[in-house]
């Protein structure tokens, strides 16, 4: 693994809009413009505000800016894009899904909606996605596919984990609900496996309000999706397959059609927050980047190996820096699934995470500001 390094970042701010020096610095921040609201207007004067043509222009953009112009088919949340993604790849009862516990619950919540067993398997403690040799021990005869979450940004290794899928003849989904716009080996995350859900949550990279994409690389996969979201239909009243109500709105697309052309440039500056953060933190754990990736800073998370919960209570109340825990409790002990599994990696990292601001509209002097909070607390060994 190779540690994070670019040039200062440059301030974000615009002239006049300047923070308060005492204004709390918060953990995440959707981003959201007169660029989205005049795209919403436009929608809400035409008059036609559910799927339209507005989500098919969408798509058809996202595939070719975020997955190799892969089909792309829009839905109304990550977890719809999980769960219409197993369902049209035909993972149900009797089905094990390997999963890593280390994520949200959604990612396994998906496995169990559509009838099938998730199988918890631990995390790569560096990367702090799936360990690909884990994988390979909880292959079984029952197993129909893995579910890899590129976690915080950073893509899990999809090299090794397509090679144990063609193996073991496996389908493989991937849980990108926090990487758009990631790579592996070069390609991006979403363009090479059997589907592929992103999310666009407000608090994402990039948002629709509300929302999910799949990508897919089967027409079939596509077809099936699309008659999933609508009911089991293409054609009005003419329904093919049992299906749910999963759609987009167009005036969920036209937020996220403005944000996409949006989110390279802001990704950009995530990573360039990213390293100048890594570059001068001291006392914590800073994130590291595989040599094969590209990292796109949905979270940037340090360890804190002591009292993690108050060093993130005194950064607030003593710095005014926001920072977030993800995740507490690892998803195989919920009371949802109540497991006891030795996963060690996992609940050491769920232990010690904390998640510091690195939205792209951080100042230099907001960023100096979480570093100097950061850099005393650890030194004074809180």
Wanted: hydrophobic letters at 45%; glycine letters at 8%.
């Amino acid at each position: 693994m190779t540690t994070i390094h670019a040039t200062q970042p440059a301030p974000a701010q615009q002239p006049g809009v300047a923070p308060a020096a005492d204004e709390l610095i918060p953990a995440a921040k959707p981003l959201i413009g007169e660029d989205e609201r005049r795209a919403v207007d436009v929608v809400l004067a035409s008059g036609g505000l559910a799927q339209g043509p507005e989500v098919a222009a969408f798509e058809r953009e996202f595939g070719q800016v975020l997955v190799d112009d892969r089909p792309v088919v829009a839905v109304n949340s990550g977890t719809a894009a999980l769960h219409l993604a197993l369902v049209a790849l035909g993972v149900g009862p009797g089905d094990e899904v390997i999963v890593p516990s280390f994520t949200f619950a959604a990612t396994a919540n998906a496995v169990r909606l559509v009838g099938a067993t998730p199988v918890f398997v631990d995390i790569d403690p560096v990367s702090y996605c799936v360990d690909p040799a884990a994988v390979r021990r909880a292959v079984t005869p029952a197993t129909k596919a893995l579910m890899p979450v590129h976690l915080y940004g950073h893509p899990a290794d999809m090299t090794a984990l397509s090679a144990i899928a063609a193996e073991h003849g496996l389908l493989v989904v991937e849980d990108a609900a926090q990487a758009h716009g990631a790579r592996w080996a070069g390609q991006r995350v979403g363009s090479t496996s059997d589907a592929s859900a992103f999310s666009l949550y407000p608090t994402k990279n990039m948002t629709a309000g509300e929302g999910g994409m799949v990508s897919t690389t089967s027409d079939d996969v596509e077809r099936t999706l699309r008659l999933l979201r609508n009911q089991g239909m293409e054609q009005r009243y003419a329904n093919e397959i049992i299906g749910f109500n999963a759609r987009m709105s167009d005036i969920h697309a036209a937020i996220g059609r403005v944000q996409l052309g949006k989110v390279l440039r802001w990704t950009a500056q995530r990573q360039a927050n990213a390293a100048y953060l890594a570059r001068e933190l001291r006392g914590v754990v800073v994130p590291t980047v595989h040599p094969d990736a590209e990292h796109v800073f949905h979270q940037f998370v340090v360890r804190v190996p002591e009292d993690r919960d108050g060093f993130a209570e005194a950064l607030r109340a003593e710095h005014g820096v926001g920072s977030g825990v993800y995740y507490p409790t690892p998803v195989h002990r919920l009371p949802s699934f109540g497991l006891d599994l030795d996963l060690p990696a996992t609940e050491r990292a769920a232990r010690e995470v904390l998640a510091l601001p690195v939205y792209p509209t951080l100042t230099l002097a907001q960023l100096d500001r979480i570093v100097a909070g950061v850099n005393a607390l650890a030194g004074a060994g809180r």
